[in-house]
């Protein structure tokens, strides 16, 4: 007799509640439908990495509803024989070897799936780190997401990033303006007149790139110090305080943000 089957599905959230679709354009200079978060169903359980791989009865995980529930197939599988798996891989799912961007909860589901039956989860929700490092803001956060790391392994608080200016948001002294002439009635004086209108027209982007960069570096460091502050209340776990850190800064600063893209 043939072994019995078991569904297989996939739960999705999103850690952003929203916010990431309607405000990603303004922060990362590119539209990111939301900041993913997945748990694979079987056996009546939802597994999922955070802190370590972890069990919970379906429906009751700290995340509240999915968005997506994706069917995955159905596996053969005895539940004994994959929770023995889960503990042959749990030394390579623990605190210290999360990262945020390369092994993460997706990548532990993505690994389950393919055990269980033979397919991973979808492309869309793995790609999403890669979707926010090739956004105008990737190398910027990059710090604060290497900040994150260290203090999820050491789970001490951890110190504002410090923002590193690119060229665009270097402030230069403005070159001296050249003495008032009379206004020419040649070709060349009106060469002249049109590269005097150039320059200060980049000095111009280059004012507006400078007050950018120092926004961003703000908004960079209000999120570690939500995060922060949220860990030293020892109420959420590290994974949970960096979201709400993120949603917190984000409401802050949506409208005025919005504002400067328009």
Same mark, same amino acid.
């Not at 019995?4 to 439908?33: C, H, W």
């Not at 990262?99 to 397919?119: D, I, K, P």
């Given at each position: 007799? &043939?072994?019995?089957?078991?569904?297989?599905?996939? !739960?999705?959230?999103?850690?952003? !509640?929203?916010?990431?679709?309607?405000?990603?354009?303004?922060?990362?200079?590119?539209?990111?439908?939301?900041?993913?978060?997945?748990?694979?169903?079987?056996?009546? !359980? $939802? +597994?999922? *990495?955070? #802190?370590?791989?972890?069990?919970?009865?379906?429906?009751?995980?700290? +995340?509240?509803?999915?968005?997506?529930?994706?069917?995955?197939? =159905?596996?053969?599988?005895?539940?004994?024989?994959?929770?023995?798996? %889960?503990?042959?891989?749990?030394?390579?799912?623990?605190? =210290?070897?999360?990262?945020?961007?390369?092994?993460?909860?997706?990548?532990?589901? /993505?690994?389950?799936?393919? *055990?269980?039956?033979?397919? #991973?989860?979808?492309?869309?929700?793995? /790609?999403?780190?890669?979707?926010?490092?090739?956004?105008?803001?990737?190398?910027?956060?990059?710090?604060?997401?290497?900040?994150?790391?260290?203090? %999820?392994?050491?789970?001490?608080? @951890?110190?504002?990033?410090?923002?590193?200016?690119?060229?665009?948001?270097?402030?230069?002294?403005?070159?001296?303006?050249?003495? @008032?002439?009379?206004?020419?009635?040649? &070709?060349?004086?009106?060469?002249?007149?049109?590269?005097?209108?150039? =320059?200060?027209?980049?000095?111009?982007?280059?004012?507006?790139?400078?007050?950018?960069?120092?926004?961003?570096?703000?908004?960079? =460091? $209000?999120?570690?110090?939500? *995060?922060?502050?949220?860990?030293?209340? #020892?109420?959420?776990? &590290?994974?949970?305080? &960096?979201?709400?850190?993120?949603?917190?800064?984000?409401?802050?600063?949506?409208?005025?943000?919005?504002?400067?893209?328009?």
């Amino acid at each position: 007799m &043939a072994e019995e089957g078991y569904k297989v599905v996939l !739960n999705v959230y999103d850690l952003s !509640n929203g916010l990431a679709r309607q405000l990603s354009t303004s922060f990362l200079g590119k539209p990111i439908e939301a900041i993913w978060h997945t748990g694979v169903v079987v056996y009546g !359980n $939802e +597994y999922f *990495f955070g #802190g370590g791989i972890q069990s919970l009865p379906a429906g009751t995980t700290p +995340y509240g509803r999915p968005v997506r529930v994706v069917e995955l197939g =159905e596996t053969h599988i005895p539940r004994e024989v994959f929770e023995d798996y %889960l503990r042959d891989i749990s030394p390579r799912y623990t605190a =210290e070897t999360y990262r945020l961007m390369t092994h993460n909860c997706n990548n532990f589901s /993505n690994e389950v799936a393919q *055990f269980l039956v033979g397919a #991973g989860i979808p492309d869309y929700i793995l /790609n999403l780190p890669n979707e926010v490092m090739s956004s105008p803001m990737g190398p910027l956060i990059m710090p604060m997401i290497q900040n994150l790391e260290s203090t %999820l392994r050491s789970n001490a608080a @951890p110190m504002a990033t410090q923002f590193v200016p690119t060229s665009a948001s270097v402030s230069v002294s403005a070159p001296p303006m050249p003495p @008032p002439q009379k206004k020419p009635n040649s &070709a060349a004086g009106s060469s002249e007149s049109k590269k005097q209108e150039e =320059e200060k027209k980049s000095e111009a982007a280059a004012k507006v790139g400078d007050s950018l960069g120092g926004a961003r570096g703000k908004v960079q =460091e $209000e999120v570690m110090r939500e *995060f922060a502050a949220i860990m030293a209340s #020892g109420t959420l776990r &590290a994974s949970e305080a &960096a979201a709400l850190a993120m949603r917190r800064v984000m409401e802050r600063h949506g409208d005025a943000t919005t504002m400067q893209q328009s």
